[in-house]
């Protein structure tokens, strides 16, 4: 974890609308100053189309302090933007006027970059995969943390400081933002919780994998983890860590049958999930393949709880009502996401430390829970309508297990048992 990269520039979403929003001349610019392969034609009619379908995909909402949407082709322009600025090739994001530019030409260029970008090969877990912790054991968990901003270093340097021994941080996907190199040496490697006591693992995300995945399969060997997906194991649990973004929400490879497998094996041991994608929500969408693909084991209540990012929150779930499991998303390591709106019918509610909370109540998609809705500072614009950042530390005290959120400084927002 030595490299160290500047910091990336914020792109914002004005920068890509005006990116995009003469996008027109790219044709003419590419089709006069390139002679295109049959493949290279191919692919710029490909990316022409998913031009035209990103630019209806970017909201009328401001954006905010920063954005990064669940679309590759917008992700992908902002890193080309930010990569652009870092080599001086333009003046910083926030200061380009793009009518001072040739925007044929910059079109032309984001083609070349963009036609790079390939998918990293599968990693494959091995026996080392499967790696052993103490019977009390304490681990880290924070997701949608690779910002490098806001509750971001924060978060980082508390853990880093944090007294007592630490076996895991563990962060759950998403570095923005298309998970390039350098985005990765800069937001993840570079401001990763530093400790001699804890090893470190990074799940893959959608993010990491519109930059092809190649920051994010480089990272694993720095941070010393073996492949994308891997278990924690000890004589009482079983943390299993999945990737569900090589394909995005849903698994890649042989991972349904080796989760199958670990669990076959893990005699009495409770078994817990950490991923980047969820399984359900009181918010967003779900993807069916992934529960699909771990049907018999959510089926049979073999898992005990699954802690996952993606959704920019926190929010914690009473028992699923068909699988028995305890859902946590815990999505909110370094995000600046808009607050919960309270939709009037939710009970307010007060936690640990002031901490301000709405009741969830149980629906089709998803049981019951509470949702973190105290504001942001660390957004200086507007705190008050972006969402808190935090992590989640994780107490393994041989068969019983406890859970606390933390905020990014330190103090603690909820603290609960994970087992009866």
């Known amino acids: 974890m030595e490299r160290i990269a500047a ?18 001349s790219v044709t003419a610019a590419v089709a006069t100053k390139e002679v295109l392969s049959a493949e290279d034609r191919a692919r710029f009619d490909a990316l022409q189309a998913a031009i035209g379908l990103a ?78 912790i103490p019977n009390q054991a304490r681990l880290a968990l924070f997701g949608d943390w690779g910002s490098g901003r806001y509750g971001a270093p924060v978060l980082a340097g508390t853990i ?32 990763w919780p530093r400790r001699t006591d804890a090893r470190g693992f990074t799940l893959n995300g959608n993010h990491e994998m519109y930059g092809g995945g190649i920051g994010y399969f480089q990272a694993l060997a720095q941070l010393g983890q073996p492949s994308s997906y891997f278990a924690l194991r000890n004589d009482d649990w079983l943390i299993v860590a999945l990737d569900t973004a090589y394909d995005n929400h849903s698994l890649h490879g042989n991972q349904a049958d080796w989760l199958t497998g670990l669990a076959q094996t893990a005699g009495p041991r409770r078994i817990v999930l950490l991923s980047h994608h969820q399984p359900f929500s009181a918010f967003e969408k779900s993807g069916p393949a992934l529960v699909q ?100 530390l994780l107490q393994l005290n041989g068969p019983r297990a406890t859970e606390q959120y933390l905020r990014p400084d330190g103090p603690s927002v909820h603290t609960a048992a994970l087992t009866a």
Request: net charge negative; with cysteine.
């Open 7 to 24: 910091p990336v520039p914020r792109v914002s979403k004005r920068m890509v609308e005006a990116f995009l929003g003469a996008h027109e």
């Open 293 to 392: 693909a771990l049907g018999t084991l959510l089926n049979g209540g073999r898992i005990h709880a699954w802690y996952w990012g993606h959704e920019h929150r926190l929010a914690l779930y009473e028992p699923h009502p068909a699988w028995g499991l305890l859902g946590r998303c815990v999505g909110h390591g370094g995000y600046p996401y808009f607050k919960v709106a309270n939709p009037g019918a939710w009970d307010a509610l007060t936690g640990d430390s002031g901490s301000q909370w709405l009741r969830i109540p149980a629906g089709a998609r998803s049981p019951g829970g509470i949702v973190l809705s105290d504001d942001n500072p660390y957004v200086l614009d507007d705190p008050t309508r972006y969402g808190a950042n935090g992590f989640a």
């Open 160 to 191: 880093g400081r944090m007294p007592g021994r630490l076996d895991a941080v563990i962060h759950l996907g998403d570095t923005y933002y298309s998970g390039t190199e350098n985005e990765v040496a800069s937001h993840l490697l570079a401001v």
């Open 55 to 132: 630019k209806r995909e970017i909201p009328d909402e401001p954006a905010g302090e920063m954005w990064a949407p669940e679309n590759a082709v917008l992700s992908q322009v902002q890193s080309f933007l930010a990569e652009q600025a870092l080599a001086g090739a333009m003046p910083p994001p926030e200061e380009v006027m793009y009518d001072d530019h040739d925007l044929g030409g910059w079109a032309q260029s984001f083609f070349s970059w963009w036609r790079r970008i390939i998918k990293h090969r599968f990693v494959d877990a091995t026996a080392a995969s499967v790696i052993p």
